[in-house]
């Protein structure tokens, strides 16, 4: 048996006993990790200096950089969201529907945990926690595979947590990582069908596209963000810039940051040079159209590459319409069905954006960095889901659920 179909075979039986676990020790497990985190806070910020070390080697890029980097601040909001978690309602033996049948039966639809989760992600150790935290309120085991670049990091943050809930009364092997970094571990774990009930993976397109492409076990898409802000016609201008430096200036490098600025001709010469001044002043690259540049001759040329790329960084791709039905077009053929906004006054508009893009989130007049577990109310997140099965957009305690039909008769026979 090798190391991953072990981890597979001893997590299938952690979440069989995980699954009957109560509320009250799931959440006592939860605090538990949380104080776990910052006792040992030393020990990972140590393990996660030799990933910073080894990834600036590897000359890796600013915002993943960012994203790996752990420092006691860090930590202890990692730590918060545990006891967020933990304040959460348990969705596990809720009763979602309930009916009586002509023939005495009763049935009651009830929420119950997938069984075992598989995460894969890049150089993001938070996620190690959160995935954790999320799987065991909701009564799932997980088994967690980094990306080799926060390997340490990540080890030493799920034996940290692992550990505490341990002893806090969740079984063993609740909490497990597969630890070697070798890539052939990750495509066992993707074909492991036998054990492993979803994968949800966490990361780049490459990253994202591979375990779709890949894996045999049933898998929850997740992340990728080609984002859009269309400027219409009728948008308030002082509006629509201070949102699309929000957009994508707030925090560059994540998934719901917008990629493209999208404006209606009849407004870009008022409202263009306006936002071209505010982004280029936050350090913001910008590429755009023919249009875009006889108005901004400053800005770069923008090719075909600009409207698909996810660029994760201070760059932003403008592109001009000449009507609603052009703009939405635009989105729905470059983007990745995650976040979406238009800022506009007119409400048929609105409304015609939001039936016709398809999207997790569309926005009318809003940044599209809200697309998020904690600012919807949701609590903490597994990943935003892009696709339509199962669940889609921020996925919160919810999400990491299924159902099961219980059924009470009294002595009932089928004729």
């Not at 992600?121 to 967690?144: H, M, Q, S, W």
């Not at 870009?268 to 875009?292: C, H, Q, S, W």
Request: net charge negative; charged share 25%; with cysteine.
């Amino acid at each position: 048996m090798t190391e991953v179909e072990k981890l597979g075979q001893q997590a299938q039986q952690a979440a069989l006993k995980l699954a009957t676990i109560s509320t009250k020790v799931k959440d006592e497990a939860l605090q538990a990790m949380a104080d776990a985190l910052l006792e040992k806070k030393s020990f990972i910020i140590e393990q996660n200096n030799k990933d910073m070390k080894e990834a600036k080697k590897q000359n890796i890029g600013d915002a993943l950089l960012d994203r790996l980097m752990l420092d006691a601040k860090r930590i202890e909001d990692i730590s918060v969201s545990l006891r967020e978690v933990a304040a959460l309602k348990d969705p596990v033996g809720e009763i979602i529907n309930g009916w009586r049948l002509p023939n005495g039966l009763i049935i009651n639809k009830v929420r119950v945990p997938l069984g075992v989760v598989g995460m894969i992600y890049e150089a993001r150790p938070n996620v190690t926690v959160d995935a954790a935290g999320l799987c065991l309120k909701t009564g799932n085991a997980v088994i967690l595979r980094s990306g080799s670049v926060a390997l340490n990091s990540c080890l030493a943050l799920t034996d940290v947590v692992a550990e505490a809930a341990s002893k806090a009364g969740i079984p063993d092997n609740a909490i497990q990582s597969i630890r070697t970094p070798d890539r052939e571990a990750v495509y066992e774990l993707m074909s492991l069908n036998k054990y492993v009930d979803v994968l949800i993976p966490r990361g780049g397109a490459s990253l994202i596209q591979s375990v779709v492409q890949k894996a045999s076990v049933p898998v929850i898409e997740t992340g990728l963000g080609n984002c859009h802000v269309y400027v219409d016609k009728d948008a308030d201008i002082d509006m629509a810039v201070n949102i699309i430096v929000n957009a994508k200036c707030q925090r560059p490098g994540v998934c719901n940051a917008a990629e493209s600025l999208v404006v209606h001709r009849d407004i870009v010469r008022e409202f263009l040079p306006l936002a071209v001044k505010k982004l280029t002043a936050a350090g913001v690259a910008l590429v755009g159209d023919k249009i875009a540049r006889e108005i901004a001759p400053e800005i770069g040329e923008a090719a075909e590459e600009d409207w698909i790329t996810e660029y994760l960084a201070l760059k932003l791709a403008i592109k001009t319409v000449v009507s609603l039905e052009e703009a939405i077009t635009h989105v729905n053929k470059y983007g990745t069905k995650h976040s979406e906004a238009i800022i506009t006054e007119d409400y048929s508009a609105a409304m015609r954006f939001t039936d016709e893009v398809d999207a997790a989130a569309v926005y009318v007049n809003a940044s599209t960095r809200f697309t998020d577990g904690g600012q919807y109310g949701l609590g903490a997140e597994i990943g935003i889901s892009t696709q339509k099965l199962h669940v889609r957009g921020p996925m919160g305690l919810e999400s990491l659920t299924s159902i099961k039909y219980i059924v009470f008769g009294n002595g009932q026979i089928r004729k």
